[in-house]
């Protein structure tokens, strides 16, 4: 490939001078270079538009597409202009390695924002658990994503932490489901208390009636018997859907003189002590 561009170079050059032969020849590799470079850019922005992956996976592509081609250039042009470029690529390895041991931490985190934009478990604005966090996405970057709590607390994970652990989207489903625990009296009527908790779920407008909601024993309490409830809400009236659910039946039940048992603990005196 270098030869063709001599031979280019020294038509451009009819004296035959042999360093402004090679000179011409880089410059018309650096020409042509950055002319394929912006080529291929190009291709790969109209190519990752219709791509779905985040923005900033395509920032990174085309960096790197930039980054190769400028290395490639300038070892063209060391070899055109007679340097050894063996020994160039052999401490640019070294470099290499040495560096990637020295940032295993970081590395690890860069491959896992990799993972991260490429499998999207999640987006900007759902609402995740991972490593004990909750948190609404702010922001996914190459090397951290950025979560903000209920309580307003802004959390930085690392990639690496959360593409080698269990990710729970609480936000990719229109729906989500409410699931509440109550306890009745061995004495109440379990028909009775069902009928209420399903007035309860009727009269409330942030429960769905497709799926219906299952409500039913599902335990045989110390003291009390259990009633699960399972009930279908909008995925963004949960927090609302759950709080209402536990006061209002909570209410009912006392309407309905229906006993919510709690532990007791009854002592004997021996008279005599």
């Known amino acids: ?24 020849a880089c410059v018309i590799i650096l020409m042509v270079g ?64 040495a560096v990637a041991l020295a940032l295993k931490e970081s590395l690890g985190n860069f491959a896992g924002g990799i993972l991260i934009m490429i499998n999207q478990p999640f987006s900007r604005g759902d609402y995740i658990e991972s490593n004990g966090i909750e948190g609404k996405v702010r922001e996914i970057d190459i090397m951290y994503s950025t979560l903000v709590t209920l309580d307003n607390k802004i959390i930085s994970i690392p990639n690496g932490l959360m593409a080698n652990n ?49 409500i039913g024993v599902s335990e045989h309490g110390d003291s009390a018997v259990i009633i699960d409830t399972l009930a279908w809400c909008k995925n963004d009236d949960y927090l609302h859907a759950k709080y209402y659910l536990h006061e209002h039946v909570k209410l009912a039940f006392d309407r309905e003189g229906i006993e919510i048992p709690f532990p007791q603990c009854t002592v004997h005196f021996d008279k005599e002590d």
Not at 8 to 23: C, E, F, Q, T, V
Not at 55 to 61: D, L
């Open 1 to 24: 490939m270098n030869e063709k561009f001599i031979e280019i170079a020294k038509a451009l050059n009819p004296s035959g001078d042999y360093i402004i032969s090679r000179i011409v």
């Open 34 to 97: 950055l002319i394929l470079m912006k080529i291929l850019i190009k291709i790969t922005r109209k190519a990752l538009s219709h791509s779905r992956l985040d923005s900033v996976i395509h920032t990174f592509i085309i960096n790197c597409i930039k980054i190769v081609f400028i290395i490639l250039l300038i070892i063209t042009i060391l070899g055109n202009l007679g340097v050894p470029t063996t020994h160039f690529i052999t401490v640019l390895g070294a470099c290499g390695a």
């Open 166 to 214: 269990t990710i729970i989207n609480y936000s990719n489903q229109e729906n989500r489901r409410v699931d509440c625990k109550f306890g009745i009296g061995y004495g109440c009527n379990i028909e009775k208390a069902k009928a209420v908790i399903k007035q309860v779920i009727d009269e409330s407008h942030y429960f769905l009636d497709e799926p219906e909601p299952v």
